[in-house]
RNA sequence: GCCAUCAUAGCUCAGUCGGUAGAGCGACGCUUUCGUAAAGCGUAGGUCUUCGGUUCAAGUCCGAAUGAUGGCCCCA
């Protein structure tokens, strides 16, 4: 006998052997047929796995999953990727299978395949897929001892898969399989029911991808596809991909002059062009004005610092592979430094050292004969290394943190004074990755809308609960409010690798909890992807049409007060450490502008749009009063301009139209005589009639200074990119 | 950083078999004076990304470098 327990919380026994199908068909036909999977204790099983299999307590937690469940749609992706590897098996000899994982809106499977498969062969794909589809042949889980599975992937052919076997799944005692008709492949499932069940697929794009991601590995060949349970839904996803062409930020940077990244400065570094650094700079001065009624206090810090600096924070050690290499003061020092890192990793060889002396020692630097000598690795480098710790070096600062760390040292700290907030835009430089640079998404120098908080450990639950407010305001003022926030937690069964006390982590995560509870913010705990050094919250918002973006983001920080040994002294008159928060609601200026680029597809709202109004005189005849009317509007703060070549209005109108001006102010003799405008909004084409100039300055200003967001149309897109952004603060 | 593809006027692109460069839009000039999405005519604008090679001859073929795009990896 088995107890489950069902979601409506009746529990009852069934025979050892019933499966979640069994179950379904007890409650019903249709519910059987709508039936996907089945949710037993949290995992996720096909709906035909005897039940008593399951691990975990009794009574079973056990739910129905059915082509409703936003859950059930991932078990069809992978099913179908099955359906895809044995589709091109069928089609090309000698197929090597590697892993077919869904994504976050689709899946993929990589191949090792003899010839290269291209754009062309996808309807061939495609049409295979559906005869297999319109066989219907069940998913057919079986389970072997690891040693027989191996024997039987070689049998196969499939070298990958015993490899996989041989290392990945070493612990394993054994393996499952599924199979259907002749294809049999290794995979832990679940799978759905039958083929039949997919309903509508297609391969998407292929790309190059390596065996377990690593370079080293032979390259593969990796199909992407996706699939939904209704054709309307694929077409939708379609649109979707269509509509995110449409909205490309850098196609739309490059028309509408926002921003411009040119070979000639540097890759990944990005040129605000005026009309983009008004956007920027409009948003700015709104969270400048905004901080400092929540307390913040400005300040400033320098591009460079030295890189001791950021040895003592851990950063340069940990993450120097991504950052640009040290400015040496000296000019030995980039080749004493190379020398250093050449012994370490014991790669030097004999002749070689002598050469990196004497030249060390043409740059002007004595010491390196003394290293030459030495006769110890541990004796070099110690006398490399203290030469090298003399010289100045600078790095381009890669975080914020450290230089407000050093304000905050810069005088000692009562209790009274905390928290202590200090914010900052600071531009930091990272070396990124070429081939993972992205027009303003990712780039090498980022201005972060950064900011630390200095606090009591009493004061944490308060002032965490403050910046969670700030993001959801700030959120809001550019109409971003559908998102839920990620609570990334440390790993309770591997304590070591984090750094703080026991009873701080466990008192900190439940605070962000019961504020994330109290706030009614939808979170979703994340255990074991905390960062080292403190829990942390990132806030994942929806654009308009559906995709997730990683944007803002909270984070507590054990670790620096500790490394550099920051102090209050409290009401006990004896000194304690604070905690601090990293804080970026944007996260960087740059990622956030090109995100709004594309969530308002270029048309931004009034008060962030860099040309507000145009004034479009009807003939030239009316320039003059065009004219009046823009150092009007200019005199109140609008960012205001007219056309004033000598083309027909109708020209006039569909430029300002093209170039997403909110507002156009038509004006000829009539308004002229009656003082007027007559307005056409941008939005549908509208003619809003004529206004008197008061009337419309009011009208403007009034939606200026509410920041009203009038057009996003929210989508009706479900599914979204699992977009992974940049985390900011540190 | 790795794999694949690509690079022609300010922008979008054409350029056949290797024979010395073309369009539309934009800019500029002249004409036009027009009321809610494109007036007409004309002019200027190019070391075909760079370097090297093959050839009588290279935008075109070959090699390398640089950059971009898509994907992998990474993302404090």
């Not at 996808?122 to 998913?139: D, H, N, R, T, W």
């Not at 069940?197 to 391969?203: D, E, G, L, Q, S």
């Not at 060390?360 to 630097?365: E, R, W």
């Amino acid at each position: 006998m088995i107890q489950v327990q069902l979601p409506d919380g009746s529990v009852k026994d069934y025979a050892d052997g019933t499966t979640a199908f069994d179950i379904a068909k007890g409650i019903g036909e249709r519910l059987a047929k709508a039936t996907v999977a089945a949710e037993v204790n949290g995992t996720i099983i096909d709906v035909n796995r005897p039940l008593n299999e399951a691990p975990g307590e009794r009574p079973l937690q056990f739910k129905l999953l059915t082509e409703k469940d936003a859950k059930a749609i991932g078990v069809l992706r992978h099913s179908t990727a099955h359906l895809m590897a044995r589709a091109i098996m069928r089609l090309y000899e000698g197929v090597g299978l590697a892993f077919g994982p869904t994504t976050g809106n689709g899946f993929y499977y990589d191949f090792d395949l003899k010839t290269p498969i291209s754009v062309d062969d996808f309807p061939k794909i495609e049409a295979e897929m559906q005869k297999l589809v319109e066989l219907g042949e069940p998913f057919e889980r079986f389970q072997l001892d690891r040693d027989k599975a191996i024997e039987f992937c070689r049998d196969l052919k499939q070298d990958l898969k015993v490899e996989h076997m041989e290392t990945g799944l070493a612990a394993h005692e054994s393996v499952s399989f599924y199979r259907q008709g002749e294809f049999a492949d290794l995979c832990r499932g679940p799978h759905i029911p039958d083929a039949s069940r997919i309903k509508a697929f297609k391969v998407l794009s292929v790309a190059s991808a390596y065996w377990k991601g690593d370079a080293k590995n032979k390259p593969l060949q990796r199909v992407y596809g996706t699939a939904f349970f209704s054709k309307d839904d694929l077409k939708e996803y379609l649109d979707q991909v269509e509509e995110a062409k449409r909205r490309d930020h850098r196609v739309l940077g490059k028309q509408l002059n926002l921003f411009n990244i040119s070979n000639d400065v540097g890759q990944g570094l990005s040129l605000w062009l005026p009309k983009g650094a008004t956007v920027r700079a409009t948003l700015e001065d709104f969270i400048k004005k905004e901080l400092l009624l929540r307390g913040y206090t400005p300040v400033y810090s320098p591009h460079i610092g030295r890189v001791e600096m950021y040895e003592t924070s851990g950063h340069f050690p940990y993450y120097r592979d991504s950052q640009f290499s040290p400015i040496f003061g000296h000019d030995a020092g980039q080749l004493v430094d190379y020398w250093i890192r050449k012994i370490n990793d014991g790669k030097l060889q004999d002749c070689e050292e002598k050469q990196f002396a004497e030249t060390a020692k043409l740059m002007g630097c004595e010491v390196a004969g003394d290293a030459l000598r030495a006769s110890t690795k541990e004796d070099k480098t110690r006398i490399l290394h203290q030469w090298e710790r003399n010289q100045e070096r600078y790095l381009l600062k890669p975080m914020n943190c450290p230089h407000h760390v050093q304000m905050y040292k810069s005088q000692p700290r009562s209790y009274r004074e905390l928290p202590i907030k200090l914010a900052e835009f600071g531009t930091v430089y990272r070396h990124e990755h070429a081939g993972s640079l992205n027009g303003l998404l990712r780039v090498r120098g980022l201005t972060q809308d950064d900011a630390h908080l200095f606090c009591m450990p009493e004061q944490v639950e308060e002032e965490f609960k403050s910046t969670l407010e700030l993001v959801k305001f700030v959120l809001g003022s550019v109409g971003l409010d559908d998102y839920r926030v990620q609570l990334s937690l440390r790993d309770s069964k591997n304590k070591d690798k984090y750094v703080g006390s026991d009873a701080g982590w466990e008192s900190a995560e439940a605070t962000l909890r019961n504020v994330l509870e109290s706030m009614k913010l939808p979170f979703e705990a994340r255990e074991g992807e905390a960062a080292f050094y403190g829990p942390k919250t990132d806030f994942m918002v929806k654009d308009c049409i559906g995709r997730e973006w990683q944007l803002g983001t909270v984070q507590l920080d054990f670790n620096l007060p500790e490394r550099f040994d920051l102090e209050y002294i409290g009401p006990d008159n004896k000194p304690h450490r604070p905690v601090m928060i990293h804080r970026a609601p944007f996260g960087s200026m740059e990622r956030f502008v090109g995100m709004l680029i594309e969530h308002f597809a270029g048309a931004f709202p009034l008060w962030l749009a860099p040309e507000q109004l145009r004034v479009c005189p009807v003939t030239d005849n009316a320039n003059e009063y065009a004219k009046q009317v823009e150092a009007q509007f200019r005199a109140s703060g609008f960012r205001i301009n007219t056309d004033t070549r000598s083309t027909k209005v109708n020209a006039k109108i569909r430029d300002a139209q093209l170039d997403l001006i909110p507002y156009m102010l038509v004006v000829g003799p009539k308004d002229q005589e009656a003082g007027a405008v007559s307005i056409r909004d941008r939005i549908g084409g509208k003619d809003l009639g004529m206004l008197p100039l008061g009337e419309a300055l009011a009208m403007l200003q009034k939606e200026a200074t509410e920041r009203a967001v009038r057009q996003v149309v929210k989508s009706k897109f479900r599914s979204f990119d699992q977009d992974q952004g940049e985390m900011f603060a540190e």
